[in-house]
């Protein structure tokens, strides 16, 4: 695929098949990516076992529920962004039900002693560590749009990460940023993205003076 309408198309597709990868397929969306020092301070765990996928469903399924109970469209909004966000939470629902059934879960393990994170000592959380995982991350993302594969990045098993520790026999000092489970969509899958102007999100030379 052509790579900005590879990027424009990269939806969370949440709704996939459970029909097998061929082998060689994953193998090319595995393939590596850039991080700090070209030291690949990440892994994947790929599972493909049914009891190991079920129970990560599971604990998927637990973590979902509590997320949208908590977050209940506002009574402020649009009706717009009501039903697109009533459409997203079908979708998550759908994808909770079925993420055990998923042919293949990619959870992304990384090495905090292996990365420089140069924010660390900043009075805030530190994000420039997770550039050497998601970039990964990303990279894994864009494969599978161009292989007609569905995916979505998934962060909510992180909650409960000693448990997939544990499950995946994931030792230390090995932690986990993301579980994206791939597969066939059952519907379009990818498509046009909706996305805020970029007028409001880049500036010119200093922030907030317009592009
Ligand atoms: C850091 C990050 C974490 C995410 N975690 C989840 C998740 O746990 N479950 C899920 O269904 N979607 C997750 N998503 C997908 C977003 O919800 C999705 O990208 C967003 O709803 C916009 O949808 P679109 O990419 O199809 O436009 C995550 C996305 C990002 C970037």
Request: charged letters at 20%.
């Amino acid at each position: 695929m052509e790579l900005y309408e590879t990027m424009r198309t990269l939806r969370a597709v949440r709704r996939l098949k459970p029909d097998p990868i061929p082998e060689p397929v994953l193998r090319r969306v595995l393939e590596s990516a850039p991080t700090g020092g070209n030291v690949q301070p990440w892994r994947m765990v790929v599972v493909r076992e049914p009891a190991l996928k079920q129970r990560l469903g599971e604990l998927y399924s637990e973590r979902w529920r509590l997320y949208t109970a908590a977050r209940q469209p506002p009574a402020t909004i649009s009706e717009e962004a009501r039903a697109r966000m009533t459409r997203t939470y079908k979708a998550g629902d759908y994808l909770a039900t079925h993420f055990g059934e998923t042919p293949a879960v990619v959870v992304f393990c990384f090495n905090p002693n292996q990365m420089a994170i140069t924010d660390a000592k900043q009075p805030r959380p530190a994000v420039v560590g997770g550039g050497s995982i998601y970039t990964a991350v990303e990279n894994l993302l864009l494969a599978c749009r161009a292989e007609g594969l569905g995916c979505v990045l998934t962060t909510l098993l992180c909650e409960c990460e000693p448990e997939v520790r544990t499950l995946l026999s994931i030792p230390d000092p090995w932690y986990t940023a993301a579980a994206i489970p791939i597969g066939y969509p059952v519907g379009r899958g990818h498509g046009a993205l909706i996305r805020r102007p970029i007028e409001q999100l880049a500036y010119t030379d200093t922030w907030g003076k317009p592009l």
